[in-house]
């Protein structure tokens, strides 16, 4: 169990930081995006999402005429925004089938602020990563979290004294104090990250396990009914090829307030706009609900009828909803939300000190550790780049952000080109630099860019810290004060790395007996 908590947690170790740190700043990714996006005014209160729904809807009639399906996710306290995806009449092959924007609440129109990926960027780096086809990027993450979830049970069972060690830290001592990092962190957050771990990997089920569905449901009605249960986005079908334009979006989110709330409505999605056989979804919102199950209303679209409610699901769907909203966390208010951030870090640390503890430990028993192996000096190499060469990539990311014109094309792209160029050079500069000397650099890097991050903010913007602090702008004041946190967090460990002295075993030199011959003893 040992050696398979040690090979689960290394093979994989730093794809599953970096997911982990990335998932963990995907809690915070809508104010993230507000961050990404300054030339957006602060949202004082939510606005009415009926006279929203309407206004953007309107729009997008008139800027995609002809879609199949769009649908739009409403405003709400976090998104000052609406994000809007559809799909393109006639696309050609080879070219987007779909086209997505942001739009403005107050006047529909597609907002004019700088081209940005914002939050959810991360949020899709964490289980599909970049560059690479997504079923491929989403099967390295389920793999890596299967590996996850081997190595939390195998290292329970390996360390009988996890949780009377949880209350013992010794600072100072070498592999010692990092494996009693390592077993404080993991305890501290123990049943979160089995959580986390378990539900990632249920939330793409259907991808990693089809078999049991493709058994079991064969014909269209079947497959119409799991779609039902598991999406708010209901089929286009057919069009009729008769034109009727779309009754009132506002009437039919109206009727949806009613049943939840003014600012319950999640979601608008409409099929066949424009023709005789179109239909309005109507979904709920996950706010306050412990369950990601669709509930929605669905609507005639050229009446406003309702033709259908849809509030319950069948057991198997409602386990997977739950299941599904524990691993978002969008149910959370702010405190709630807080908690999981903190833990998520928690699990972020526990991984990190586990690959380092790999090269400590390893390190005392080197014949010369002045001249490593070539597979430690591998995992040494990595850990630098996955650990402080990420957190200086990300910062790179906020900083391209501020400083690509927005007039640049494809800048959006650009923001996470410059994300990967950095991360590349940190894994650049960890091999040609001596591997201590590497560590402190790039951890010093990290706390500059993040402690001089809120100038930039300040320099480049009409938003800096004291003027979102007089106006209660609190995501921007939380990004500031965040990034001075991370700041003195990476400097504490640019300081501690600087005067750490690794500990190597004393020879063993003989010595005369008395008695005769001669026994080794340790110098």
């Not at 004393?506 to 340790?522: D, I, S």
């Amino acid at each position: 169990m040992s050696d398979l908590h040690t090979w689960v947690g290394l093979l994989l170790g730093w794809v599953l930081y970096a997911m982990f740190l990335t998932g963990t700043v995907s809690y915070f990714k809508d104010e993230l995006s507000q961050w990404m996006r300054p030339e957006l005014p602060a949202q004082s209160g939510v606005p009415d999402q009926a006279v929203v729904a309407q206004r953007v809807a309107d729009e997008l009639v008139a800027l995609v005429p002809g879609s199949p399906q769009w649908s739009l996710r409403l405003t709400d306290a976090r998104n000052n925004s609406v994000y809007a995806f559809w799909r393109t009449a006639g696309a050609a092959p080879g070219q987007r089938a779909f086209g997505e924007g942001n739009f403005d609440p107050a006047t529909g129109r597609t907002v004019s602020s700088r081209a940005t990926l914002g939050g959810d960027f991360f949020y899709r780096f964490h289980f599909q990563f970049h560059y690479m086809p997504v079923v491929w990027g989403r099967w390295i993450a389920g793999i890596a979290a299967m590996f996850m979830l081997v190595a939390i049970v195998s290292g329970v069972i390996t360390h009988k004294k996890i949780f009377v060690d949880f209350f013992t830290f010794r600072w100072g001592k070498g592999q010692r104090s990092w494996l009693d990092a390592h077993n404080a962190l993991s305890v501290f957050g123990l049943p979160f990250h089995a959580m986390i771990t378990y539900t990632g990997l249920v939330t793409l089920m259907a991808l990693y396990m089809p078999w049991g569905q493709q058994a079991g449901i064969k014909t269209a009605a079947e497959r119409q009914q799991l779609n039902a249960e598991l999406s708010a986005f209901i089929q286009p079908g057919k069009p009729s090829g008769e034109a009727a334009p779309l009754a009132s979006i506002e009437d039919m989110v109206r009727q949806a307030q009613e049943r939840w709330g003014r600012d319950g409505v999640g979601r608008v999605t409409a099929t066949h706009p424009g023709d005789a056989a179109a239909r309005v979804a109507v979904a709920r919102g996950d706010g306050g609900r412990v369950s990601m199950s669709p509930q929605y209303l669905e609507f005639e679209g050229t009446t406003g009828k309702l033709l259908a409610v849809h509030e319950g699901v069948g057991p198997a769907a409602e386990t997977r909803g739950v299941l599904y909203a524990l691993h978002l966390g969008r149910f959370s208010d702010t405190v709630t939300r807080w908690l999981y951030f903190l833990v998520s870090l928690a699990g972020t640390a526990m991984v990190g000190t586990g690959l380092v503890m790999w090269t400590v430990k390893r390190r005392q028993k080197l014949p010369d550790p002045a001249r490593p192996h070539v597979g430690f000096h591998v995992v040494e190499r990595l850990n630098i780049a996955s650990i402080a060469g990420l957190s200086v990539a990300m910062a790179a990311f906020l900083w391209a952000n501020r400083l690509l014109p927005e007039t640049l094309a494809d800048r959006a792209n650009w923001e996470i080109h410059s994300f990967f160029i950095v991360w590349a050079l940190t894994l650049l500069h960890g091999v040609l630099r001596p591997a201590k000397k590497a560590w402190v650099e790039q951890l010093w890097l990290a706390a500059a860019l993040l402690a001089l991050l809120p100038v930039l903010n300040a320099a480049t913007t009409q938003r800096p810290f004291w003027r979102s602090l007089a106006e209660s702008d609190w995501v921007f004041v939380g990004m500031d004060l965040m990034c001075w946190a991370l700041a003195a967090l990476h400097a504490v460990l640019a300081v501690r790395t600087l005067r750490h002295q690794p500990k190597t075993r004393a020879a063993r030199k003989p010595v005369n007996n008395p008695a005769g011959g001669a026994v080794l003893r340790e110098g």
